[in-house]
């Protein structure tokens, strides 16, 4: 009743949807409820009760869960079976909001209180949290420590143990989205504009803590009690999330490289802007986009320069295309910001000692991306329930035979040959 259905959309088998919007390519199915809410292009709800909120694309939910209070979900999200999301009536006044950013994951049961608001990539371990959270780091396991009475955070979880499932999901939502018009340009890779500006913001947090002998250190203000939050392997993810922002930087200079095709060093920086500072960005329906550049669309429709939907919708194609050029940018300041140097400093010397390094770092993420599978063909819990090994391999594939991790391998021995073949190339 009273919807909109985008095109490609399947709605089936005993659905609910009153005052909706599903974009193209999503589907509703199996009981699922949906009101008073927007549902992202490509995304999926299942057997599940969504109440006013607006839900970017390539968001996953099914089994029985609830949205109980309004939620921003940006995206590449994926809600475990039994989650309640905002648990309402935990006040006398009008029910609140959840906000989370793109790569939203909630365990097994979970059970959260409204307001919350959580980083981008953030995983939260099976559980009943008490009390409202504000978690502003990217990348981070999200666990109630109930035996010692604390809530525990681990940042940069994803990459040191579950990075199968960050790279993965990344390739799925790109091989999935069956738009047929892409007028918005939607970001996949979790290394992008919004997240490398929280991880930032985070090692700028990590500067002002003194973690003690085993890593951890105490905040304050992120859950709205009284107990201890602590933070852990703060040395640990202080290292990993400094390489991965010199990997973000590389990956886009190496892309850049590929398409201008210059013929040395010194013609290869001419083509890089050195003016800017690290811009802000926000995420807008799945499209990052610099916040300054949205500041001044708002601007401009408030003095009727833009005058019609139409004017808003070419807006955002312009953004889109766009983009690259403005993530380029970003992502060179990235890296003279994390290296601490300006862009004179930018020598062809050290750019062959960034690439070495960020060779090291993809073969770390690509070898992170096989242990992290190989746990379930070596976990005696996981083979308990198979006679013998021949039998778990003929029920789940042999972990050489993966697709996904054979594709990873590739694309790694891909960029190697890439970085060694430009330091000969350019005599680095």
């Not at 994951?105 to 209180?113: I, R, T």
């Not at 400093?345 to 750019?351: C, I, R």
């Amino acid at each position: 009743v009273n919807g909109i259905v985008g095109y490609g959309c399947r709605i089936f088998y005993g659905v609910k949807a009153v005052r909706f919007i599903t974009a193209s390519h999503s589907q509703l199915k199996y009981g699922a409820r949906l009101i008073n809410s927007y549902l992202g292009n490509n995304s999926t709800i299942s057997c599940c009760e969504v109440l006013n909120s607006l839900i970017f694309p390539a968001h996953e939910q099914h089994h029985n869960n609830s949205f109980l209070c309004a939620s921003l979900v940006m995206g590449q999200s994926n809600i475990a079976a039994g989650a309640t999301i905002g648990s309402n009536h935990n006040s006398r006044s009008a029910d609140g909001e959840i906000v989370a950013g793109r790569g939203f994951w909630p365990g097994l049961c979970v059970s959260l209180k409204h307001n919350s608001k959580f980083a981008s990539f953030t995983i939260i371990a099976k559980g009943d949290f008490p009390s409202e959270l504000n978690i502003p780091i990217p990348f981070s396991l999200v666990s109630n420590d109930v035996t010692n009475n604390r809530l525990l955070i681990m940042p940069a979880y994803w990459f040191m143990y579950n990075m199968y499932a960050l790279a993965r999901n990344a390739s799925k939502y790109k091989d999935r989205d069956k738009r047929t018009h892409k007028t918005q340009h939607i970001e996949y890779d979790y290394l992008a504009p919004d997240t490398i500006n929280e991880i930032f913001d985070t090692l700028d947090l990590f500067k002002k803590l003194v973690p003690n002998e085993k890593g951890e250190a105490t905040v304050t203000g992120w859950e709205n009690t009284g107990r201890p939050t602590v933070l852990t392997k703060l040395p640990q993810s202080t290292a990993v999330f400094r390489e991965v922002i010199q990997l973000y930087g590389c990956r886009n200079l190496l892309k850049h490289i590929a398409s201008t095709k210059p013929v040395d060093f010194d013609s290869f920086k001419k083509t890089l802007s050195a003016k800017i500072s690290r811009s802000k960005w926000l995420n807008i329906g799945g499209q990052l986009i610099a916040e300054d550049k949205m500041q001044q669309m708002k601007r401009s429709v408030k003095s009727g320069k833009i005058k019609n939907w139409d004017d808003i919708h070419r807006f955002y194609e312009s953004m889109g295309n766009q983009y690259e050029n403005d993530k380029l940018n970003h992502a060179y300041t990235s890296l003279l910001e994390v290296l601490g140097i300006t862009s004179k400093q930018f020598t062809a010397s050290l750019f062959k000692d960034i690439l070495l390094k960020t060779m090291s770092t993809n073969d770390w993420m690509t070898n992170g991306i096989y242990e992290a599978r190989e746990k379930d063909y070596s976990n005696p819990y996981r083979k308990m329930v198979y006679e013998n090994n021949e039998e778990m391999i003929k029920v789940i594939g042999r972990l050489e035979d993966n697709s996904f991790i054979q594709e990873q391998m590739k694309k790694s021995d891909l960029f190697k040959k890439e970085v060694r073949s430009l330091i000969k190339k350019w005599k680095l």
